[in-house]
């Protein structure tokens, strides 16, 4: 296990269009994190999921953004009829119930144009 | 809820000096976690150290090292004998201890750290 993987690694997407990313955790991590980081600014909390079960999602943009973990391994972040202001790098981090350290994946930086 | 501020946009020391980054945070909590990490450029973020709010010794992690004070809710990060591979983004982060980690963490706006040769 190399780490968090997320996919893909650049998204260029048209106003209106509909996107989804993918990250895979460390695999021994139940905890799994959604961030959105924006130019000159640190990295912004969306959602989080331990196991298969979202814990915590008021934190999601708007309700076009949306998240899924199923069986409790990858994630998915869906964001739809996608913005301008949507273009950002989105961070997936995991880590375990006994560890408080987050590992990082390299992100999916998207262009909405 | 929790802020955290960076009030050092950018920060430039030579190679092998000492540099000290500062980070200020607000809650409520008594109990929490602070971190920094280390986003060096196109590469992944990974943690430097950690605190947690209740050890009142300060972490130390090799070259880095904290300056906590919890009563003045200052958390600083001394990095000593700098490598120019210590060149990146670095961000003091926030977590509730209360929260169970279901509230994530919170982030300053970072601090840009170069290390010239």
């Known amino acids: 296990d190399t780490g968090v993987s997320q996919d893909p690694r650049h998204k260029i997407t048209k106003r209106g269009q509909n996107v989804t990313f993918r990250c895979d955790p460390i695999s021994e991590h139940n905890r799994l994190y959604w961030y959105r980081q924006t130019l000159g600014q640190g990295p912004e909390f969306l959602t989080y999921f331990q196991n298969e079960a979202q814990l915590e999602k008021s934190r999601l943009l708007s309700d076009r953004f949306s998240a899924e973990r199923p069986k409790g391994s990858f994630s998915t972040l869906e964001i739809q009829r996608t913005e301008q202001g949507d273009s950002a790098m989105y961070l997936c981090?995991?880590?375990?119930?006994?560890?408080?350290?987050?590992?990082f994946g390299q992100g999916t930086r998207l262009t909405v144009v | 809820a929790q802020t955290v501020t960076q009030s050092q946009p950018e920060m430039s020391v030579q190679e092998a000096e000492t540099v000290t980054l500062s980070c200020t945070y607000d809650?409520?909590?008594?109990?929490?976690?602070l971190f920094w990490y280390k986003q060096p450029p196109s590469r992944q973020m990974i943690l430097v150290i950690r605190?947690?709010?209740?050890?009142?010794q300060n972490a130390t992690e090799n070259r880095f090292s904290v300056n906590f004070r919890k009563a003045a809710k200052s958390f600083s990060l001394k990095i000593s004998d700098s490598q120019l591979g210590d060149t990146a983004m670095y961000f003091c982060?926030?977590?509730?201890?209360?929260?169970?980690?279901?509230?994530?963490?919170?982030f300053g706006k970072g601090t840009h750290l170069i290390i010239q040769p």
């Open positions: 982060a926030f977590m509730s201890y209360s929260g169970g980690g279901a509230d994530g963490l919170t």
């Open positions: 605190q947690e709010a209740y050890k009142q």
């Open positions: 809650t409520s909590e008594s109990n929490y976690y």
């Open positions: 981090a995991s880590s375990s119930i006994r560890n408080t350290e987050a590992f």
